[in-house]
């Protein structure tokens, strides 16, 4: 973390005054959706995510989530609430891939949970779809990083992605309108602070 000269860290350094000047904006774009990606080792791209799920929700939209990694075993807090809330929910996972006692079956779900993602992305029947923790097959080389670029490239005009995961692709940088980078300043798993519900899931 950035210090200044008298040791402080830059983030409590305060500023002289709260800005007053308008910051110039570029000239109005209209797209009709928007691809946002999620990446960084810190903790918060899949939760960042879902605060968009339930935006999206409260404008009437029609969401599926995708979890490219989680199981339905996790019961996690999201995949009970959003659900009712109207979002299509796919946990098509099965855990993190040192817990897995099948590999190739771990790179079969993930290959049948892209197949049919890809598919819904050229469907007008979907508002956005959230790729959690696609990363992660991509870089394994489970699923082809050129395929869901070109999936999501030309995808139906009105579906609005979110690709959430570590180490996200160059390809998928470069596709997206924004990207968010969660950078890990402390965690208090590095403590020995196992997940907590409520927080962690």
């Known amino acids: 973390m950035a210090t200044n000269d008298s040791g402080q860290s830059s983030h409590d350094t305060p500023t002289d005054a709260p800005p007053r000047e308008v910051r110039k904006r570029p000239e109005r774009v209209h797209k009709d959706s928007l ?8 903790k918060g791209k899949s939760s960042s995510a879902f605060g968009v799920v339930v935006r999206g ?3 009437g939209w029609r969401v599926r989530v995708v979890q490219f990694l989680k199981s339905g075993k996790w019961r996690t807090g999201e995949a009970t609430l959003l659900p009712k809330l109207g979002a299509e929910w796919w946990e098509a996972g099965d855990g993190f891939t040192w817990d897995v006692e099948d590999i190739d079956e771990s790179q079969a779900l993930a290959l049948a949970a892209w197949e049919d993602t890809r598919a819904r992305l050229q469907e007008d029947d979907l508002d956005l779809i959230v790729l959690d923790e696609i990363t992660y097959p991509i870089n394994w080389g489970w699923i082809d990083v050129d395929d869901v670029v070109a999936a999501i490239r030309d995808r139906s005009p009105k579906v609005h992605v979110v690709i959430t995961g570590r180490d996200c692709p160059q390809e998928l940088v470069e596709l997206a309108d924004t990207v968010t980078e969660m950078r890990e300043v402390k965690h208090a798993f590095a403590q020995g602070v196992h997940a907590r519900r409520g927080i962690d899931y």
């Not at 691809?35 to 810190?42: F, K, R, S």
Request: glycine share 18%; hydrophobic share 45%; charged share 10%.
């Open 35 to 42: 691809v946002l990606v999620h990446t960084g080792n810190g």
């Open 57 to 59: 929700l409260a404008r």
